[in-house]
Nanobody, 120 residues
């Protein structure tokens, strides 16, 4: 599976941004997808994950502000980011994996990353 992430950029604190990740094959054949992020010097962390059925899990940092969604017809997963904060600044990566019992398990399929910079 090849993943193409897009939508990053520079946004002011309190603003919104939508990230997209297009998969090279049907999401129906994929159990789940997710967004991770990584800041300089930090470990890559889960932001949100979703199953092909639409079940979703979120990290505490994004609850109430971020929404992950899936468009099976377009083989695309989105991350709507609202009320962004400077601490959301990171490279965001999409991933193919498995969502099971509210836990997301990443597989070794990663997009190239898209940079989100939030200015204060």
């Amino acid at each position: 599976v090849q993943l193409q992430a897009s939508g990053g950029g520079l946004v002011q604190a309190g603003g919104s941004l939508r990230l997209s990740c297009a998969a090279s094959r049907s999401i129906f054949s994929i159990n789940g997808m997710a967004w991770f992020r990584q800041s300089p010097g930090e470990r890559r962390e889960l932001v949100a994950g979703i199953s092909s059925r639409g079940d979703a899990v979120y990290a505490d940092s994004g609850k109430g502000r971020f929404t992950i969604s899936i468009d099976n017809a377009r083989n695309t997963v989105y991350l709507q980011m609202n009320n962004v904060k400077p601490e959301d600044t990171a490279v965001y990566y999409c991933n193919v994996g498995r969502l099971d019992s509210n836990t997301y398990y990443p597989y070794a399929y990663w997009g190239q990353g898209t940079l989100v910079t939030v200015s204060s």
